[in-house]
């Protein structure tokens, strides 16, 4: 097979799981664009990906793309001082429970946010999920195992968290 019908192949098998790793963080106005260009650059790069297990190459280069739009995004709003008040005041109840939830994920560090991401949304495995992270498997399933107590215990302490309202595997 020539480099041309490789690349075509990848696309054609990975383009959505890295859509919807975007989507997940960015929301569906920027998740084609990092899409779009997490297989630009992978198409420059094509040799550098591992032809047995390309998604999580894939994935570490949407992450970066999505790192640095979040960064220009971030100075944007500090240049323009647009703050969002998060007032969640007359929602449903389920809406509380999601803000709570989604709260909660938000205190984790960057990069136990993204370790249970990967393994919670992306579905991938534990030695998957530490490539992706730039760690070992076994440091993987620790910041994993001490991520989860750390959202179990603020979710427990949240005074709106109901999790008779169904809660995703973390």
Not at 33 to 43: L, S
Not at 88 to 116: F, K, P, W, Y
Request: glycine share 4%.
């Amino acid at each position: 097979m020539d480099e041309e019908a490789d690349f075509t192949l990848l696309f054609q098998e990975h383009y959505e799981s890295v859509l919807r790793y975007a989507w997940r963080r960015v929301g569906p106005s920027d998740a084609p664009d990092i899409a779009n260009e997490t297989f630009r650059i992978a198409w420059q790069k094509h040799r550098d990906i591992p032809p047995d297990r390309p998604l999580p190459w894939l994935y570490v280069t949407a992450r970066n793309l999505i790192r640095n739009l979040v960064k220009k995004e971030q100075r944007r709003e500090e240049v323009l001082a647009v703050h969002d008040a998060g007032d969640i005041g007359d929602h449903a109840v389920a809406v509380v429970a999601r803000q709570a939830a989604l709260t909660a994920l938000n205190d984790l560090s960057e990069s136990d946010r993204e370790l249970v991401l990967l393994v919670a949304w992306e579905g991938l495995d534990l030695r998957e999920a530490a490539q992706v992270a730039g760690c070992s498997r076994a440091a993987a399933a620790m910041r994993l195992h001490r991520a989860r107590k750390r959202l179990e215990q603020s979710l427990a302490d949240h005074p709106h968290h109901r999790p008779e309202l169904g809660e995703s595997a973390i």
